[in-house]
Each structure stands twice: as C-alpha cells, then as structure tokens.
C-alpha cells in the first residue's frame, strides 16, 4: 500500500457529521458501556498477542479507544507507548482517567491524514477493536489502507468485529442507535487480505452482552501482519 491511502480517504470525510452522532450515542452511554460489557476474553487474548508480539516500548494505536479499558491499559502495563484515539469526549475524559500512562486524542479516523500522529510508518502496532464496524462497508478498506500506511513494515494490527452480513444498520444500543457494519468471516479475510495485511492468528467468541437490548453476537479477531 503506497501514501495515496491519504488522497483515496478523502471521502470519508463526507460521513463525518453522520459519525459525530455516533459519538454523541456513546457520550451518552458513558461508563455504563463497560458495565454492559463486562466480560471481554477474546479482546483480552487479542491484546495479549499484541503486547507480546512487539518489542517492549512499541507506539501502538488504540483506534475506538473507548473508555481506555481493557486494551490501552494493557498495552501500557506490558510497557508500550499507547496512543488512543475516539471520536466521543466522554469516552476520552473515561480513557484519561483509567489509563493515565496513555495519551489521548479526540480524534476520527480520517483526521489520522495527514500525519496528525505521524505518517506512514509511525506505529508499530495497531489495536482496532469493534471501531470500524462504526463505518460504512465502502468505507472500512479504505480505513483498512490508512492504517496499512501508518503501521513500519511487517507491524501488527489486532482486528475485531462482529460476524454479520450487515452494512450501515441501525441497532438498539444501551437505551441509544447506533449504526454498524459487518462480514462474515470469509470475506472479512478477503477485505484484510486485499488491503495488504497477512493474516497470522484468528479466533472466534461467542458473545452475550448483560444488557437485554444488544443481541448475542460472534466476535471475530484477526491478527493481522502488515505485508
């Protein structure tokens, strides 16, 4: 993947305003979000796998940091330089709090153009967990590229989602809507594949949240190696 990624992720700006609505739903939700989702074993794995696949003192993002637990906390216990972005203040305000050895960005996505945390090449390790099922499916290679481009050659990047034949659609989430996206299985390997990352590890979970209004889901994890 070449630095045309930058140019190419132009057009996920045009859904920005749709995003900071998704961002205002979380505001809302604030730390009930880690109440309702109590018990994270696959994420925990993946960040285990990412934490010690890297060399101690890796800069790794944190895209979708969301409250800063379980995974910015982790990778910085295991001695990493944790940047974490999310699009929601309050979830920024909760990852500061939590994760005080990290540093913390309101940020979307597509503001990463640009090298607004450095460029291509500036992390050696990626945690991506449930954030890009928050975009469109025309949108997710192109994020997949950017990051591509912002990971040193051969770094990692953990990847989840939720097992889904869905595009863009609307669900009920802890009394708020929210807008989703997500593959099955085999075509998510195809999308990451076509981006440029080999896959090196999966796992799949099934997944119960305490809360009545999120339907039981399939988590799938990827890990991914920049090739």
């Known amino acids: 993947m070449s630095a045309t990624h930058y140019d190419e992720y132009e057009g996920l700006n045009r859904l920005a305003l749709d995003r900071a609505g998704q961002a205002e739903a979380f505001d809302a939700i604030g730390d009930r979000y880690d109440d309702a989702f109590p018990h994270k074993e696959g994420q925990l794995a993946s960040g285990a796998w990412l934490a010690g696949a890297l060399p101690a003192g890796s800069r790794i993002l944190d895209l979708g940091c969301g409250t800063g637990l379980p995974t910015a906390r982790q990778l ?20 500061r709090e939590n994760t ?9 996505i597509a503001d990463l153009r640009g090298g607004r945390l450095g460029g291509p090449g500036s992390f050696d390790g990626i945690a991506a967990y449930f954030s890009l099922l928050m975009l469109p499916r025309a949108e997710i290679p192109y994020a997949l590229g950017m990051l591509h481009d912002l990971l040193r050659p051969e770094g990692l990047l953990a990847l989840s989602m939720v097992e889904a034949d869905v595009d863009d659609f609307t669900i009920p989430f802890l009394g708020n809507s929210i807008r989703v996206s997500g593959y099955l299985r085999d075509d998510l390997r195809r999308v990451v594949h076509d981006a440029g990352f080999d896959v090196v590890g999966e796992d799949a979970y099934a997944y119960a949240p305490s809360s009545t209004d999120v339907p039981p889901e399939i988590q799938l994890f990827l890990h991914l190696r920049r090739a």
């Not at 910085?76 to 990852?95: K, T």
């Not at 005080?100 to 979307?108: E, G």
């Open 100 to 108: 005080p050895d990290a540093d913390f960005h309101r940020l979307d």
């Open 76 to 95: 910085a216990d295991a001695g990493h330089r944790v940047v974490g972005i999310d699009l929601s203040p309050s979830m920024v305000a909760l990852a």
